[in-house]
């Protein structure tokens, strides 16, 4: 597949390459992009980045290596950076203490930008700051395009459009389960999650967590009512799926997916794929039992609630690993990451049907990050995807079919069915 022609120095920078998951990023680009590709990786160390270009070599030995850009988090440098180059990777966090730079930079210039935050209030600030600049300039920005939250949203689409195909119809309901996830965090994560709750005032969180706070266009349709059991226990039996507990990443995973639904009713060049009117989205977790998926709700609740205290945030500051350490990453090879989806179609001739979406891989939640970013930005430089985006603050899943495909050439596995059901959706 042809690159696109954009007269930069570079197709794709990793900034904070020497980092956890932007070291595991520039090395998945080693293994698996195109041999001709033309990449830097850019960070402070010297030294730190000629030892990753010497992992990268070893690798790969018939790759074009990358070159070595240093910068530090300012504006001037990171300025310079973003316009040697048509996509800016960003592994650099907490977002919300070290984010904003580079994603103003990337606006201004006409720079593609993709990060893998999964803080919420963070992108919902930077869409209300610098959307209307990227549509200007045409810099297609991408964020929370790693764990959080690009599986949910692929899934999610992968689920609507079998629903198109198969029936010829929209979608009613999605329901994600994160069946599988065995990965220990790295510092990074940690980091963020504590900086996120001490960093945001509480009206600012709550807001972020409403439904459609990243959506374009508003959207009245109340979500599906839980059981009373439901309310109360956090466990949630839904037929097509197992047995079902909050999940940690709910939250963030669903604002992306809500605004992939509000993009994909404004925005032209996407209203094809349109979800629906009545499209809904919810997520939780595989628990093995009701104790457990009790335990592991009220677990969640308590935590986030402690988190608030400042108190607390530095007694468990003290057992975390620090930022660009994180699990071993030759035993995180065997992790293995699984989630599954239900879609009802919108369809009166359809009612006892449900399409079954399933996507797994092998390997840590860093590697898929890896794999997202990396493979996301070879997508957006693909020439045949051109007029899909054209400027402003997108999701992964508008990236549509290519990236998927993609993907499933690096291990990521995508299969949907369609199933019979007696009753859908009954809690």
Request: contains cysteine; charged residues 20%.
């Amino acid at each position: 597949m042809p690159f696109k022609r954009h007269g930069r120095q570079y197709d794709i920078v990793v900034f904070g390459a020497t980092g956890y998951t932007g070291r595991l990023t520039a090395e998945h680009m080693a293994i698996n992009l195109p041999p001709d590709l033309k990449w830097a990786v850019a960070g402070r160390s010297e030294d730190k980045l000629s030892r990753l270009v010497a992992r990268c070599k070893s690798l790969n030995p018939n790759l074009v290596q990358p070159e070595i850009e240093l910068c530090n988090l300012n504006h001037d440098e990171l300025a310079a950076l973003a316009k040697k180059t048509f996509c800016l990777i960003t592994a650099v966090g907490p977002y919300a203490l070290h984010g904003e730079v580079a994603f103003k930079i990337c606006a201004e210039a006409g720079t593609h930008y993709l990060d893998c935050t999964p803080e919420v209030p963070w992108t919902l600030e930077m869409i209300q700051k610098y959307e209307a600049t990227a549509k200007v300039t045409g810099a297609c920005m991408i964020p929370q395009c790693g764990m959080e939250s690009a599986p949910s949203d692929l899934l999610t689409w992968a689920v609507v459009a079998e629903a198109r195909s198969r029936f010829s119809s929209q979608i009613a309901d999605v329901v994600m389960n994160i069946h599988q996830l065995c990965s220990l965090p790295s510092g990074g994560t940690l980091s963020t999650i504590l900086t996120f709750f001490g960093h945001y005032p509480l009206k600012v969180l709550r807001r972020s967590i409403e439904p459609y706070a990243l959506s374009p266009v508003p959207n009245n349709l109340p979500l599906p009512r839980r059981s009373f059991w439901s309310s109360i226990t956090g466990v949630h039996k839904i037929p097509g799926l197992p047995l079902l507990s909050t999940s940690i990443s709910a939250k963030a995973n669903e604002a992306i997916v809500f605004r992939t639904w509000g993009l994909f009713k404004q925005e032209p060049a996407l209203q094809k794929e349109f979800y629906g009117p009545k499209f809904t989205y919810r997520e939780f977790m595989y628990v093995p039992g009701p104790i457990r998926g009790m335990l592991m709700h009220y677990l969640i609740v308590m935590g986030g609630y402690l988190m608030l205290l400042g108190p607390f945030r530095a007694f468990v500051r003290l057992f975390v690993f620090e930022p660009g350490d994180g699990p071993d990453t030759e035993n995180a090879k065997e992790d293995v990451i699984e989630l599954q989806a239900i879609g009802k179609p919108d369809s009166e001739s359809e009612v006892n049907k449900q399409v079954f979406g399933k996507l797994s891989y092998i390997g840590s939640m860093y590697y898929l990050t890896a794999a997202l970013l990396a493979e996301a930005a070879i997508t957006m430089l693909q020439e045949d995807n051109g007029t899909r985006l054209t400027g402003g603050v997108y999701t992964p899943a508008c990236l549509g079919q290519a990236y998927i495909n993609r993907l499933q050439e690096v291990g990521f596995k995508f299969d949907l069915e369609i199933r019979n059901v007696d009753r859908c959706f009954e809690l």
